[in-house]
């Protein structure tokens, strides 16, 4: 190409992109508040996909810890032979622990000496993270036919050197089933994830073995908890609520399938694990009042969705007395979260732990039935509605689609789109009826970019939001989903996906960023204004709380400057502190990764206002919480 050509290529192309849109007017009007805000608008929805808990927020490190098996052997697990040691491992169909688990791994070790031991070793979940100075609580149960006293070593070994970063040794011994509980602390070595466990003894033996379970510290330090860094971050969005358990995960495949609350609450040993519906097992490691412990450590009210009769595969009770079990069965789970203790359920929650009853005003009626092709859910849903609303009349009760017969407290909308689409669903709920149902936007994103949302993706969400909080006094909800991927191959079932993470570390998408942004700032009213003047992709809402603070959402979606001149009327004439955080990309398609997981993050500003008037120019492809001290 000619160098005139070039500089041709250059004037049309670049030009463009520099120069500005037409100014834009925003007048907002303090002494004028409009519509109230829900103070619950911002919250999380969960399910397990994408290895959201086991090889995610569930701490555990131990990948397949129920010795589960295919044509291939035991899944996750492999047989040591060191030295001139000899063995061999299978699964043993009729020994376990409980009847939950009546299965074992048997460990046949026909030739072992200290220089030669034999046992097993665990991959995790991707590798097992080891940091510095790091305390790992674990468990197993055992049987033997050593008789006494077997000694078992077990070791967190760096996958190349062959180290040992921590160990711990457990005495063996009986023929009974027993639970044995160990502790190993790491040294001062570097943080990595290519890592694995060892499990060996040093002369032969059987030893049959089940439920081996490794934990690093968790969030809140509790027991079988939560990974410290993946709370960090949903801490920082300041959530108010946790939509659980699912999602498609509540329904299952079929329905043997769904998310059997009941066998998923008690002691670890007393829950037999399940196919998910995508594609994976799950531990079932987090059960009810795990989840129900989350939402303590993080202060979020639970949402508690109960299976309505559907799965994923087709199959559908009838409503009628077909039901009703499972009617029973939701009505149990509600007395489990927020009975009182003397209740039969409460006692079975407060001997797994947790004496107080759950604060609990929401509950959802299945998910995404608008799929039911038999086209039962106005049965399906009055008979729940009227069965809960009988025994709990405070309960507001969620249907998942606009239904007949009955009119639900509450319908839950569902929004996947690219970032056109969402900049129209911005002004979707605008003229809605206020008359009917509130909505709880249940599951919502732009869904552009993998594993996790780009730029682009989070000015689509931004818009969207912008158009929530101006109609939050009917949309009372919102959240988000996929909330988790694991970004190691064969982690994600489902693109675009807010959080990601290995077994090492994790990093927030630029849409993660912008709910944080979002989360960070919301007043109890939203104000009177108005824009003229603005180019079709600015979006912005305004909330204020009466004599503390204004929060400005502004979100420019186009390549180029929007100049603002921004009024509040109202302000007075002195001056007030604000602060501005801004997320910003030079393209749509700019984004983080595991590696380099920071390069699209909230700027903050500081800044003194003089009077009402503000001369604002916003980047392009940017997103902006302005917050104004109004004390
Ligand atoms: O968020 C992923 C899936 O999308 C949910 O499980 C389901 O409710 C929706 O279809």
């Known amino acids: 190409m000619d160098k005139a050509k070039t500089a041709f290529l250059v004037t049309v192309l670049i030009v463009p992109a520099l120069s500005g849109q037409t100014p834009a007017a925003l007048k907002v009007d303090l002494n004028r508040p409009k519509t109230p805000v829900s103070p619950t608008l911002y919250g999380l929805m969960t399910e397990e996909i994408n290895y959201s808990y086991d090889g995610g927020l569930y701490a555990e490190l131990i990948r397949n810890r129920t010795f589960r098996s295919d044509w291939s ?43 030669s031991p034999a046992g097993l070793l665990n991959e995790g979940y991707w590798g097992i993270a080891v940091r510095p100075n790091a305390r790992y609580t674990g468990s197993l149960f055992a049987r033997t036919d050593a008789g006494s006293s077997l000694l078992m070593k077990i070791a967190l070994v760096g996958d190349e050197s062959g180290q040992v970063l921590a160990s711990a040794a457990v005495t063996l011994g009986g023929a009974a089933w027993k639970e044995y509980k160990f502790q190993m602390q790491s040294g001062n070595v570097a943080a990595s994830s290519e890592n694995h466990l060892e499990m060996t003894i040093d002369r032969p033996a059987t030893l049959w073995l089940q439920l081996v379970s490794l934990f690093p510290p968790t969030y809140h330090d509790r027991p079988h908890g939560n990974r410290i860094d993946i709370m960090q971050k949903l801490a920082a969005m300041h959530p108010s609520f946790l939509r659980f ?144 609303k009988a025994k709990y009349p405070n309960l507001q009760v969620i249907a998942t689609m606009p239904v007949k017969g009955v009119t639900p407290d509450v319908v839950d909308d569902h929004y996947y789109n690219r970032e056109q689409r969402m900049f129209e669903l911005a002004r979707h709920y605008d003229n809605a009826d206020r008359n009917g149902p509130k909505i709880f936007v249940g599951e919502w994103a732009t869904r552009e970019g993998t594993p996790t949302p780009n730029l682009g993706a989070a000015l689509g ?40 993470y290995n077994a090492l570390t994790s990093y927030g998408s630029p849409a993660y960023y912008a709910q944080v942004m979002f989360g960070s700032c919301l007043g109890e009213q939203t104000m009177e204004s108005d824009l003229p003047g603005a180019g079709d992709k600015f979006f912005y809402s305004v909330t204020a709380s009466k004599g503390a603070k204004l929060c400005m959402k502004l979100v420019n979606a186009a390549s180029t400057t929007q100049p603002v ?58 997103i902006q919480v302005l917050e104004v001290n109004l004390k």
């Open 73 to 115: 052997g035991i899944l996750n697990w492999f047989l040591l032979e060191k030295g001139a040691a000899s063995a061999k491992v299978s699964v043993d169909t009729r020994e376990g622990p409980s009847a939950a688990l009546p299965s074992s791994a048997k460990l046949e070790v026909t030739r072992a000496d200290a220089n």
């Open 245 to 388: 358990p699912g999602g498609n995960y509540l329904e299952g495949g079929r329905i043997d399938t769904r998310f059997d609350w009941k066998k998923m609450i008690g002691p670890l040993v007393d829950r037999p694990t399940h196919p998910t519906t995508w594609s994976y097992h799950s531990t079932d490691g987090m059960g009810l009042l795990e989840y129900l412990d989350w939402c303590e450590d993080l202060r979020m009210e639970p949402v508690l969705a109960v299976y309505a009769g559907y799965s994923l595969g087709g199959l559908v009770v009838k409503p009628g007395p077909d039901l009703d079990p499972y009617v029973q069965d939701a009505l149990d789970e509600i007395e489990y979260v927020a009975g009182a203790t003397g209740t039969k359920w409460g006692d079975v929650r407060a001997r797994d732990g947790h004496a107080a009853p759950f604060k609990l005003r929401y509950v959802e009626v299945g998910n995404e039935d608008n799929f039911d092709r038999a086209r039962t859910y106005d049965g399906r849903y009055a008979q729940f509605f009227k069965a809960i």
């Open 461 to 500: 969400d931004a818009a969207f939001l912008t158009g929530l909080e101006r109609n939050s006094d009917l949309v009372v909800m919102a959240a988000y989903a996929p909330l988790f991927v694991n970004v190691d191959p064969g982690g994600m079932q489902w693109s675009t996906d807010l959080i990601g």
């Open 565 to 622: 001149t921004i009024t509040l009327n109202g302000l007075g004439a002195g001056t007030h502190a604000a602060q501005l955080d801004t997320l910003k990309a030079n393209t749509i398609w700019a984004t983080n990764t595991i590696t380099n997981p920071s390069r699209i993050v909230p700027v903050r500003s500081t800044l003194a206002l003089k009077g009402e008037r503000l001369e604002h120019v916003m980047p392009p492809y940017s």
